[in-house]
């Protein structure tokens, strides 16, 4: 079975401040790991994405992901947090056997305070 | 180019109505899967179509249906709606393994 984890429903942190935002997974074989965001009744907007290669990956509007064999993590990162950085944050897993289905974890609500 | 398109954005129905939703996916993408979020559930899985073939179904009842057109649109239909079948109805089209889905804005069912 795949599955992702993101044990903390919800982080504050303070503008200009990193962040962190937690992402545990469970999967036989290579994981694609992905994370996307989510604003108030919108759908989800791409972030960033493991596939192979480099574990540092780095996505769309400074965010960034480690990617952990060891300990199964994906976590997402931010040098400097923004107050529009605040909105719903989701990591997913590819479904092993069919590209267009993915696991998502249960979501963090990111509040960035100014 | 065009993303994601999902019609209509939101929808108001009574229950034991039935409803569909359209999905327009990203040009020469032919798979389109479709989501349920809701605050409770999170975000679940319906089913995904491939060149007009549903390949694989989530656990949902068989009120919950859809299907994929020529042109990759689809369409997700929920018969005899019951008030838990609220939520917002993403859909997400794709092209290859390595690739990033690509999501709609969804469309906001309301069961009253």
């Known amino acids: 079975a795949q599955s992702v984890a993101q044990p903390e429903d919800q982080v504050n942190v303070a503008e200009g401040n990193p962040l962190t935002v937690k992402c545990t997974y469970s999967v036989s074989g290579n994981p694609y790991l992905f994370w996307y965001v989510q604003y108030p009744n919108r759908g989800l907007q791409f972030l960033l994405k493991y596939i192979t290669g480099d574990n540092l990956v780095k996505g769309s509007y400074g965010f960034e992901a480690e990617f952990n064999k060891s300990q199964t993590s994906f976590h997402l990162k931010k040098p400097s947090a923004l107050v529009s950085d605040s909105a719903l944050y989701f990591c997913a897993v590819r479904d092993k056997y069919n590209f267009n289905k993915f696991y998502f974890g249960s979501g963090t609500k990111l509040n960035v305070k100014p | 180019k065009a993303g994601v398109t999902q019609t209509p954005r939101y929808l108001i129905k009574t229950r034991g109505q039935q409803v569909t939703l359209s999905c327009s996916p990203i040009s020469g993408h032919r798979s389109v899967s479709w989501y349920q979020q809701t605050p409770g559930q999170g975000l679940q899985f319906l089913f995904e179509?491939?060149?007009?073939?549903?390949?694989n179904k989530g656990n949902f009842p068989g009120r919950f249906s859809g299907r994929q057109f020529s042109n990759s649109r689809s369409e997700m239909n929920v018969s005899t709606l019951e008030l838990g079948d609220s939520a917002l109805y993403l859909c997400?089209?794709?092209?290859?393994?390595?690739?990033?889905?690509?999501f709609g804005q969804g469309t906001r069912l309301t069961v009253v």
């Open positions: 997400a089209s794709s092209i290859r393994r390595e690739s990033e889905a690509f």
């Open positions: 179509y491939f060149s007009e073939t549903q390949r």
